[in-house]
C-alpha cells in the first residue's frame, strides 16, 4: 500500500553535534578514560537511532513514524484527536500529534503546512456524522478507573 503523503524530518544542528559528541566520547574511551565514557558514548548513539524521526507517512487509515532503528510508530487516524502546529524553543517549527488519552507526539517535517493540510484533510474526511439512535442516548460521563490503595503497614 502506498502512501497518500510522505515527508522527510526538518534538518536540525542539534543532529550532528549529538552525533559527534558520542563519536568523541568513544574516542576519548578508547584513548585511556575508561570504560564510562564508552558506554555513555554507544549509549547515547543507541538513544538517537531509537528516538530520531527520519520519515513520516501518511495512509489512508494511519500515520506512520519511521525512525532511524528497524522500530516504527503507527497511529490509527481515528485516534488522533486533532493536530496543530507550534515553534518549540530549541526544535523550531513543529506539528503537534494530540492522541486519544491526552497523548501528544511533536514531530518536525519539512513541509510544515503541507503536512498539516493533508493530514486536517484526512482527519475531516475520517469523521462522520452521528447516526440519529446516537442523538438520542445521553452522554455517558468518563471516568477514570483508580488504583487500589496500598494499605499501610502497621
Known amino acids: 500500500m502506498t502512501p497518500l503523503y510522505t ?21 576519548q574511551g578508547f ?13 547515547l548513539a543507541v538513544f538517537l537511532a531509537f528516538t530520531k524521526h527520519v520519515r513520516y507517512d501518511l495512509y489512508e487509515d494511519a500515520l506512520v513514524i519511521r ?7 503507527i497511529i490509527p487516524i481515528s485516534d488522533i484527536v486533532d493536530v496543530g502546529a507550534m515553534r518549540l524553543p530549541f526544535g523550531g517549527p ?22 498539516l493540510a493533508q493530514i486536517k484533510a484526512r482527519l ?5 456524522p452521528p447516526s440519529p439512535a446516537a442523538e438520542d442516548e445521553p452522554p455517558r460521563p468518563r471516568t477514570r478507573r483508580r488504583r487500589p490503595r496500598r494499605q499501610r503497614p502497621s
Open 94 to 115: 513543529s506539528v503537534l500529534v494530540h492522541r486519544a488519552r491526552g497523548r501528544v507526539l511533536a514531530i518536525m517535517p519539512k513541509d510544515q503546512e503541507g503536512f
Open 124 to 128: 475531516e474526511s475520517e469523521k462522520q
Open 67 to 73: 525512525y532511524w532503528a528497524p522500530r516504527k510508530i
Open 7 to 27: 515527508d522527510k524530518r526538518r534538518f536540525s544542528v542539534f543532529d550532528p553535534v549529538l552525533l559527534i559528541m558520542a563519536g568523541f566520547m568513544v574516542v
Open 31 to 43: 584513548m585511556g578514560a575508561g570504560d564510562i565514557p564508552i558506554l555513555a558514548g554507544f549509549g
